[in-house]
């Protein structure tokens, strides 16, 4: 079977181990791009939150989803290790089209995941996911003059922090 005609999304985003189809990093950075077409049939510009755990597989996988997504002519903002729910929080902050965590959970560390999620917070439907994955068969173009930034956000743990602090009651 052609690696284009294996299934990328699972019951839960795209998982794998790294180096074994999905997680190659050229098909990752092709995700990142097929997110970037997404999302331009609704916005023209706009920027894409990714976080992820502490697996140091993460990193390669960052990088490729950060530069298939600003080829895309999207912008990344980059908020390092974090938990889940703080993506959610963080993606509302900085007015964040999507979300994305690369995190494989509770797995082994050689487990990988990669998970979207809406502005709102709420995991991409399966519908969502299927248009994004029929990108994956169509040629990677860029456009030159319509490339996006990356950014890393230095600041988004002390943010999260924060956010956690004023949500628990003072007196119990």
């Not at 995700?31 to 990714?50: D, E, M, N, P, R």
Request: charged share 20%; with cysteine.
């Amino acid at each position: 079977m052609n690696q284009c005609n294996k299934q990328l999304f699972g019951t839960d985003g795209v998982r794998g181990v790294l180096g074994h189809y999905p997680m190659h990093p050229e098909t990752i950075l092709k995700l990142g791009w097929a997110l970037g077409q997404f999302l331009s049939k609704k916005y023209k510009t706009g920027c894409v939150l990714i976080g992820k755990d502490t697996r140091i597989s993460g990193y390669i996988l960052e990088s490729a989803l950060e530069s298939g997504i600003a080829a895309s002519g999207f912008d990344v903002q980059l908020v390092g290790p974090m938990p889940t729910p703080a993506i959610a929080y963080l993606m509302q902050t900085f007015r964040a089209h999507a979300g994305i965590v690369v995190s494989a959970s509770h797995n082994p560390y050689h487990d990988n995941g990669i998970k979207l999620f809406h502005a709102d917070g709420r995991k991409f439907s399966q519908q969502d996911e299927q248009i994004i994955a029929s990108f994956m068969d169509v040629p990677m173009t860029i456009d030159g003059s319509r490339l996006g930034k990356a950014e890393r956000i230095g600041d988004a743990l002390g943010r999260y922090v924060e956010f956690c602090k004023r949500a628990v009651p003072i007196h119990l």
